[in-house]
């Protein structure tokens, strides 16, 4: 439909109109637009020219586009624009819970929009984005529907092991938790009882992964069964590597480092730092346990008689 139409502006008018925006413009320009009394006279011209098509719109900065907007009682990013036909466009980013989930959404976009060196790449880069916030979303929604299905099926589990103890035996969770684990089981035979996982149940298995109650084996099964070994982490979460640095036995923490950087891991200056720091705690705790060990603990520093 014919823009100029849905105003009333008719063909010979809007002849008229640019000779007057021509005259407006070299008026403002001569001025260096440095008379506010004379762009509030123009101003009602200006814009009808910009309605009636005649002068183009002022585009927005990439920066400053978007908006945070309800949708179906979640928050997402929007982006509203005019594309080079001037019809609108726009760009989502995914369905978040809070508003300041959105709002990072946002900034996220807008931050990929300066990346560009004209605005179309600029806006194609925000569109790339937002594509990418969306997957990942919906990556974390995969997982967090694969854990409740994996509880569930445990809870029911462990009804019936209940409901099977008629010897009046201790539960496991009662019995005293042994100092080291037991040796680990041949690997064949430890593999060939473990179900098949899928990608996103072996990631999600991951995401609550205990290196102190797990062997290397363990780590091995879910990333062959092609675990994320960068999943993404909710607020307050650390990655499978850094919770392998801070919470895995001296004897396995090297072994489950390699296995997770074999499998494409990454690894930043924090990770690395935090390594050399937990290599020097487990030497100093070993000198301490060695010390310890060669104590005489049977002798008592007040039983000798003292002579004055």
């Known amino acids: 439909m014919n823009f100029t139409q849905n105003y009333g502006v008719s063909n010979s008018h809007k002849i008229t109109l640019k000779k007057q925006w021509s005259f407006c413009f070299s008026v403002l320009s001569l001025l260096g637009k440095k008379s506010t009394l004379l762009q509030q006279l123009f101003k009602?011209?200006?814009?009808?020219?910009?309605?009636?098509?005649?002068?183009?719109?002022?585009?927005?900065?990439?920066?400053?586009l978007g908006s945070i907007y309800p949708h179906n009682e979640e928050f997402r990013?929007?982006?509203?624009?005019?594309?080079?036909?001037?019809?609108?466009?726009?760009?989502?980013?995914?369905?978040?819970?809070?508003?300041?989930?959105?709002?990072?959404?946002?900034?996220?976009?807008?931050?990929?929009?300066?990346?560009?060196?004209?605005?179309?790449?600029?806006?194609?880069?925000?569109?790339?984005?937002?594509?990418?916030?969306?997957?990942?979303?919906?990556?974390?929604?995969?997982?967090?529907?694969?854990l409740r299905r994996l509880d569930s099926v445990e809870e029911e589990s462990d009804y019936d092991y209940y409901d099977d103890m008629s010897d009046n035996s201790e539960p496991p969770w009662i019995q005293e938790y042994p100092?080291?684990?037991?040796?680990?089981?041949?690997?064949?035979?430890?593999?060939?009882?473990?179900?098949?996982?899928?990608?996103?149940?072996?990631?999600a298995e991951l995401s609550r992964f205990r290196p102190i109650k797990t062997t290397p084996s363990d780590l091995k099964y879910l990333l062959e069964s092609r675990a994320d070994p960068n999943l993404p982490l909710k607020a307050g979460d650390i990655t499978p590597l850094r919770n392998v640095l801070s919470f895995a036995r001296e004897n396995h923490v090297?072994?489950?480092?390699?296995?997770?950087?074999?499998?494409?891991?990454?690894?930043?200056?924090a990770d690395i730092a935090?390594?050399?720091?937990?290599?020097?705690?487990?030497?100093?705790?070993?000198?301490?346990?060695?010390?310890?060990?060669?104590i005489d603990k049977d002798y008592d520093p007040l039983s000798g008689s003292v002579e004055y």
């Open 179 to 203: 100092e080291e684990p037991p040796e680990e089981p041949p690997e064949q035979s430890s593999q060939s009882v473990r179900p098949t996982l899928s990608s996103i149940e072996a990631t």
């Open 274 to 294: 935090r390594w050399e720091l937990r290599r020097r705690a487990d030497f100093c705790e070993r000198i301490r346990l060695s010390n310890y060990n060669n």
């Open 44 to 64: 009602p011209k200006l814009d009808l020219l910009e309605c009636a098509g005649v002068m183009p719109r002022q585009q927005a900065s990439l920066s400053e």
């Open 254 to 269: 090297a072994e489950m480092r390699d296995l997770l950087l074999q499998h494409g891991a990454n690894e930043d200056d």
């Open 77 to 146: 990013a929007h982006v509203n624009f005019l594309d080079q036909t001037g019809h609108q466009k726009n760009i989502c980013g995914p369905s978040r819970k809070t508003e300041e989930q959105a709002q990072k959404d946002l900034e996220e976009i807008r931050k990929a929009g300066e990346k560009g060196k004209t605005r179309e790449e600029g806006l194609q880069f925000m569109r790339d984005e937002a594509q990418k916030l969306k997957d990942s979303a919906q990556y974390e929604a995969e997982i967090r529907e694969t």
